[in-house]
């Protein structure tokens, strides 16, 4: 972990390993035009194939696939009353062992996660990162763990003005149903965005204890630079440099800019950052949105908020969901676990 990211003219070479990955995964194929809605059952499907396959009886997570219980729960919108389907994750009671040998069982849990999937606001589900969010739960140190992955509403049949609010919705019933417990919220790419944005909202408030964020959506800066704060400008160079681009993730076009949002985390003001837990943030180095993550980083330190960064080098954009059976998108995640702990405040 480190204070901060420094400032990337051009991307560094791709990890030899992800080149052969890559290369085996025909992933720099033309990707055929799909309807949206198809691309959404399918990139669902895929996920859960994926994610099966890493936790079957001879995988390297099979552990993860144990201990475990799962269940969806609902949580009514308060635009219109939707019922937004969230997937909550709970060690099992003989796998749910305290400092004091006791089971949690029955009492309120110490620590609960608020996870929010990436997807870009048009594809994605709660179980579609289901192997981060099973690795939160069995392999973190927090004791007494619960976990609410919210599977918000999505681009192109709602506004992604709906899915922030979906989001907020969801973490308000997590303070409600856990008053006396530590929550910690944690989003992957464009699922940072919008942890990004509950968290400002509810800065003020003291209701979390600390924020992580992997590969973090936190501007439109693909829109123009008018998206990127003027003081931020100099450092935000990803977006535009050709070399940060992946079969990945490319030049992000939005419809309209920010999707229609009022501000993206990015443009947020100084006095909706100061009072902000701890905050950690991993970036990849060849990924068009590293310097969303690092100018958020800089803006948070800027407001007095403790942060650190794990920095991925050689590595695209949340490669650890396209290839978790590689060794260093474990090794990703371990750091993300080590950056729970620190937000957590367990390692001190």
Known sequence: MA??????????????????YEKEANLLAPKPAMDPLEKQKLYAAQCRDRNSAMMA??????????????????????LDGYAIPVLQYDRTPEDDIGGDGETAEGCE??????????????????????????????????????????????????????????SIDAFN?????????????????SGGELAALVTQQA????SFHGVVLRC????????????????LRGMHTSAW???????????????VPRDGLERMPLEALEENLIGMPRTWIQVCTNDVLYSDGVCYARILGHAGVEVKMDVVWGWPHTFWLKA??????????KAMLDGIAWVAGLEE
């Open 3 to 20: 204070d901060e990211a420094p400032i990337l003219q051009k991307a560094p070479a791709l990890d030899p390993a992800w080149l052969q």
């Open 57 to 78: 009886p001879s995988a390297r997570d099979h552990h993860l696939s144990q201990g475990i219980k799962t269940q969806y729960i609902s949580v009514p919108s308060s």
């Open 109 to 166: 849990h110490a620590w609960v996660v608020v996870y929010y999937h990436g997807g870009a606001l048009l594809v994605g589900e709660a179980d579609s990162e289901d192997l981060s969010c099973r690795r939160i739960v069995k392999d973190s140190r927090l004791p007494s763990v619960r976990l609410y992955s919210v599977g918000y509403r999505l681009q192109p049949l709602h506004p992604a003005s709906t899915i922030v609010q979906d």
């Open 173 to 189: 019933y997590v303070v409600r149903a856990h008053p006396e417990s530590r929550i910690l919220v944690v989003g992957s790419s």
């Open 203 to 206: 800065a003020k408030g003291g």
């Open 216 to 231: 973090p959506v936190t501007s439109d800066a693909f829109s123009g630079t008018e998206y990127v704060p003027e003081r």
């Open 241 to 255: 440099e050709r070399s940060f681009q992946s079969s990945i993730l490319g030049f992000m076009r939005r419809d």
């Open 324 to 333: 978790p059976h590689l060794p260093r998108a474990l090794e990703a995640d």
